[in-house]
């Protein structure tokens, strides 16, 4: 069986994992968000691949859930004795490797997904991993800060402010010019099933959606279109979703989640079991819904609710 799973970072990796547990026998290529994609000291830091490649070669950091295991910091500290910055971006320095190698295969000429399909060669992750282009996207934030209206990077927006002021407009820069890198097209056109993990629906899946060429393909690939809510109980599971869906107009809920990709784009939909009293709403809106325990507290829970999402597949191909 061949899936398309559409990533962001930490949501998407661990969902990943347990999909690999679940699957173990499927061909799995997994478009990446490069919105989150920030450039430092020089170097192109790639967080949601770099997420998902750590957690699937064995070398993330579990607790956290990005960055490297048995990291160390010594660079950053260097850095910052020198007066430069930013401090608000932990870089370790296992991780600053990866940034280097990176760096340097782009100034080559390789474009990202070359790069990226080169740094997996170490890692192994048990995936195709491909960036969702090759072309520069940088999500950026508009909030008010100081009185003053201004647009920040998303990482400074998440890292440095923690989504601490309202998100009042989420802008995907570069995304209308940018192509899917190669491969992505092909792998939805051949896909048995499209997965959409518990990632973030605006900032994560929404900016991969937002590559001209994407959902098209997505929409008409044929195939059952999955999705995980990343919102339970009217809260996202981790990080800043309900900031950022606000900025989009929509509810923090999971139903509305659901609405907002629609059913154009998906054909099921699971919610946890506290949302079971969505299921309703979501199947009036033409998209099959079930309620299963969607914590992915270790990666059992993972595989099922990945099984979950399969089953659900297959119940909507019938
Ligand atoms: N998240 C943080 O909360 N603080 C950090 O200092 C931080 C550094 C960082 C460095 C490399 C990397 O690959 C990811 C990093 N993240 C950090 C995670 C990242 O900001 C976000 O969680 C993702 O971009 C959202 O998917």
Request: with cysteine.
């Amino acid at each position: 069986m061949r899936i398309v799973v559409l990533a962001g970072g930490i949501g998407g990796a661990r969902f990943l994992r347990g999909l690999q547990q679940a699957a173990p026998e499927a061909d799995v290529t997994v478009i990446g968000n490069t919105g989150d994609d920030i450039h430092l000291f020089g170097l192109k830091v790639c967080p949601d691949l770099d997420t998902v490649m750590y957690t699937l070669g064995g070398g993330i950091n579990e607790e956290q859930g990005w960055g490297r295991t048995d990291e160390s910091f010594h660079v950053k500290e260097e850095l910052a004795a020198y007066g430069v910055g930013p401090e608000w971006f932990g870089l370790g320095d296992r991780d600053f490797a990866t940034h280097i190698v990176r760096t340097q295969m782009l100034a080559a000429g390789y474009p990202l997904s070359a790069v990226t399909e080169a740094l997996c060669t170490r890692w192994n992750p048990g995936v195709r991993l491909l960036p969702m282009s090759d072309d520069r996207v940088e999500t950026h934030v508009a909030v008010e800060l100081d009185g003053e209206r201004k647009v920040i990077h998303f990482q400074e927006y998440w890292v440095k402010l923690r989504a601490s002021v309202a998100a009042e407009a989420v802008v995907p820069v570069g995304a209308e010019q940018a192509k899917p890198a190669p491969g992505v097209l092909e792998a939805i056109a051949a896909a048995d099933v499209i997965l959409f993990p518990p990632s973030n629906p605006v900032v994560s899946v929404g900016t991969i959606l937002a590559v001209p060429g994407i959902r098209e393909a997505i929409a008409e690939a044929g195939v059952p279109v999955v999705g995980l809510s990343p919102i339970v109980g009217n809260a996202p599971v981790r990080g800043m979703a309900d900031k950022v869906l606000a900025a989009v107009g929509v509810e923090a809920s999971a139903a509305a989640v659901a609405e907002h990709y629609g059913s154009g784009l998906l054909d099921g939909w699971l919610v946890d079991t506290v949302d079971a009293d969505a299921v309703g709403a979501v199947e009036a809106a033409g998209i099959r819904c079930r309620a299963v325990p969607l914590m992915m507290t270790d990666t059992g829970a993972t595989a099922e609710m990945a099984r979950q999402a399969l089953a659900l597949a297959e119940e909507v191909r019938a």
